[in-house]
């Protein structure tokens, strides 16, 4: 559904094609029996759980479903007596319900959703921290420090992801090639990007050039895929070295003007591109079906189309890193994925994190990042053969080399509206870039208040 | 027949015969018939006290603070009524409220909903089958929720594959982007075509009630079907119709969740209305206070819209 896209980052569309491979990948190789093992060696605490707990997660994805099920079934087996209700919520506005549930102190005794939470949740004190837990749980030792630094936020850690994400300029090698350009891509500078949509463009109506996320209707990925990674490659940061926020600056305009380019002097993004009910599922179907030229998107979607149509997929699918404006080192831009938290006003904490264990043990980041495709936050599961064994699995895990991720801050919701705004006006060009960057700035300035935020000229 | 005499100088005349026959004389029939009084009311008032005022006053209070997320804020004063004020896409989201509005509940629903009213009474008092077929099919569509509503409507709309284009294509026709260029007429058709049911129900129940005699009468005195309808039809359905343009104001004023799946207030704000203007704000952002605060000139605009239909309903009475 439209809806729930546009909170979650694993799309209904993925999600639908990966339960078909997870479920021959489960028959043939029974693995799943091995999901949420529990350790020999349990603590003290976790000899004592007994009780109930709701686990709670958006309805709509058995992949997930599948994963939690796992995971019950292992700490039922291993705690006989205790009861772990699932609930998945409505999809469509589950994040919604689950804010209110939890402000008003209901909701779930654990829950499964979006990575923003591990700041907007543990402001206001509705997730409980999760150091205590992790001090004493041996795996903890295989999450690398930039794994840990993603789920810190106040000097605790407040969730546990199975999934880092991580994202790709993704182009139809077939189209490229009709197109007269090379097969195999990468492009040096932002620059060859708009360069390779006007070559694209020249296709015909029937081909959208390139899928750039703008404005309210493209959701967190007119954030996350669209207006982040042009603020990298432009040289810019959310926030300067003392932890203000940047709300003016060269690279802000910069973007926005690449936003320009490509919405109304180039064209090479169709109005429909952004206006479709659905402009995520569209794009991504689009690609598949050789509609779409170029589309920067994550990496579960790769998974979507292999599963669809593995042969297209891997002879026509192309992936690059997305280049810097001056031709530096490429990058990939990412992050904590959904994740799992503890409910703050849960009744039963240490049930929840046995749960919570299982649900995050390497067998079940191996697997499930393999068949809903992200970098498994587990060094152990990382170094599996299965990421070395097709050439997108391997650049997938290797992205964590050039990883570019935000910190957690419970500003980043209210950023996202401000970019969806400006990116928006500027795409159907009511206003010009530099106004739209200064509308940036003006917004982010009254939400954030004018101490918190830093202008930097621009020449 | 009934005398009239006068108790005190000050006190009106009141029937003799009336008097006699209350037991109002007696204070404790008073009481009793105040108390069956509040019990009867007490239901709906504490309805309209949970679910209305309630929550309306809350989100008056909530609209001076900074609410977020969770159980602590501060009080902001009229902060967030300033920045509505200063935000400049503000007037749009406005104009496009009132676009909406006049487009989908008054011209659309109210208008195609007497439209069909009439027709299907028409063909209901001479017989015809269809009528019934006509008026199942309508009420389906208010059964719809407004988010399967935005669905059905987004596929027919899609510009590339959707049911809109590939009709058009199979006669020849070029494309039409009805969510890029036309976003606002897109939003107000798919909202027309979920809403008119609960004009047409009203106007129909409305029309059945008028005595066929009043058109017998006209008839004889030499009125044909144009002169029946402006100089009677219509004239008695005056009241109807203003309850109808009220009800499906406040509905329009407040939909949010069908032009949220179909458009998303579009890229550019487009079709963004105060309802979702207030959602995004409230729900996407988590600026409750601000969506508070939307939502507050939101009733605002609700009270102010209700008290003119109101008025004229009034003046026609009269």
């Known amino acids: 559904m439209a809806a729930s896209e546009r909170i979650t980052s694993r799309s209904s569309f993925t999600a639908r094609l990966s339960r078909r491979r997870f479920g021959l990948l489960a028959g043939a190789t029974g693995t799943l029996a091995t999901l949420g093992r529990v350790p020999e060696r349990r603590s003290a605490r976790a000899q004592r759980v007994s009780g109930k707990i ?88 295989q999450y690398p420090e930039n794994v840990r630094a993603a789920i810190s936020y106040r000097d605790s850690f407040w969730a546990l992801p199975y999934a880092i994400d991580t994202h790709f300029l993704y182009y139809r090698r077939d189209l490229f090639e009709q197109a007269g350009l090379s097969r195999d891509w990468q492009p040096a500078t932002t620059d060859e990007i708009l360069e390779a949509a006007r070559a694209l ?9 390139y899928g750039l996320y703008a404005g309210a209707n493209g959701g967190n990925s007119t954030a996350v895929r669209g207006f982040l990674p042009l603020l990298h490659a432009y040289g810019g940061a959310l926030t300067d070295e003392t932890g203000k926020w940047i709300i003016e600056s060269c690279p802000i305009s910069n973007a926005l003007g690449y936003y320009e380019t490509a919405y109304q002097t180039d064209e090479t993004v169709p ?24 589309l920067y998107d994550g990496s579960w979607v790769y998974g979507g189309w292999a599963a669809d149509d593995m042969e297209t997929t891997s002879s026509e ?44 043990s390497k067998e079940a980041h191996v697997q499930f990042n393999s068949l809903d495709p992200h970098i498994p936050p587990r060094a152990d599961a990382a170094a599996d053969p299965t990421f070395q064994s097709n050439p997108f699995f391997k650049a997938m895990v290797e992205t964590v080399s050039v990883l570019v991720t935000a910190k957690p801050d419970p500003a980043f919701r209210q950023l996202i509206g401000v970019i969806q705004n400006a990116t928006g006006i500027v795409a159907a060009g009511e206003v010009p870039a530099d106004e739209a960057a ?10 954030l208040g004018e101490e918190n935020v830093v202008r930097q000229t621009c020449p | 027949m009934t005398t009239l005499t006068r108790d005190r100088d000050d006190e009106v005349r009141r029937p003799i015969a009336r008097r006699r026959t209350t037991p109002a004389q007696f204070p404790s029939w008073d009481r009793w018939r105040n108390l069956q009084s509040a019990a009867m009311t007490a239901p709906a008032l504490i309805v309209m006290g949970l679910f209305f005022l309630a929550p309306a006053a809350w989100a008056i209070y909530a609209s001076f603070t900074d609410r977020s997320l969770g159980p602590t804020y501060s009080w902001i004063g009229l902060d967030n009524y300033r920045f509505i004020w200063d935000n ?57 929720p407004p988010a399967f509503a935005g669905s059905v409507w987004g596929e027919v709309y899609e510009f590339r594959h959707g049911l809109l284009n ?31 049911a609960f004009a047409m129900v009203i106007l129909l129940g409305a029309l059945r009630t008028i005595p066929g005699q009043v058109y017998e009468a006209a008839r004889v005195d030499g009125a044909g079907e144009w002169r029946l309808f402006t100089d009677h039809t219509l004239p008695m359905l005056r009241q109807h119709v203003a309850i109808v343009m009220i009800m499906t104001t406040l509905v329009t004023i407040g939909s949010f969740m069908l032009i949220l799946i179909l458009t998303n207030g579009s890229v550019g704000y487009q079709t963004e209305t105060l309802a979702l203007f207030a959602w995004h704000r409230a729900f996407g952002q988590y600026e409750i206070g601000y969506g508070s605060a939307v939502s507050v000139i939101m009733l605002g605009l609700n009270l102010v819209f209700a008290a003119v239909y109101l008025k004229l309903a009034r003046v026609e009475e009269q």
């Open chain 1, 438 to 447: 200064t509308r940036y700035g003006d917004e982010m300035a009254r939400i």
């Open chain 2, 88 to 144: 400049p896409d503000f007037p749009r989201i406005v104009r496009n409220t009132v676009v909406f509005v006049i487009g989908s509940a008054l011209i659309g629903q109210t208008f195609l909903g007497l439209s069909l009213a009439l027709l299907i009474n028409h063909a209901t008092k001479r017989g015809y089958l269809l009528s019934h077929l006509a008026y199942a099919a309508v009420l389906v569509t208010w059964i719809a």
């Open chain 2, 166 to 196: 590939t009709a058009l294509g199979q006669i020849g026709l070029g494309r039409i982007d009805m969510l890029g260029d036309h976003p606002m007429l897109a939003v107000i058709i798919a909202d027309v075509w979920r809403g008119t």
């Open chain 1, 201 to 209: 463009k020249e296709l015909g109506d029937d081909i959208i050039p």
């Open chain 1, 54 to 141: 709701t686990v709670g997660f958006e309805a709509g994805d058995e992949l997930l479903a599948t994963l939690a099920e796992q995971a019950a079934q292992a700490v039922k087996a291993a705690n006989p007596g205790v009861e772990i209700e699932i609930k998945p919520g409505a999809p469509g506005n589950y994040l919604t319900q689950l804010v209110l549930a939890l402000s008003s102190g209901g909701g779930p005794d654990l829950f499964f959703t979006t990575g923003l939470g591990i700041a907007e949740f543990s402001e206001p004190g509705l997730i409980e921290p999760l150091d205590a837990y992790l001090a004493e749980w041996e795996d903890w030792a």
């Open chain 1, 317 to 360: 699918i192309g992936f690059a890193l997305f280049p810097m404006a001056d031709g530096g080192a490429p990058f990939a831009v990412g992050g904590v994925g959904n994740s799992w938290y503890i409910n703050a006003k849960s009744a039963n904490k240490d049930l929840a994190w046995e749960f919570m264990k299982a649900a995050n």
């Open chain 1, 271 to 294: 109005q429909d591109a952004m206006t479709a009910p659905d402009p995520a599922g569209m794009l991504r179907e689009g690609v598949l079906a050789g509609e779409v030229g170029m």
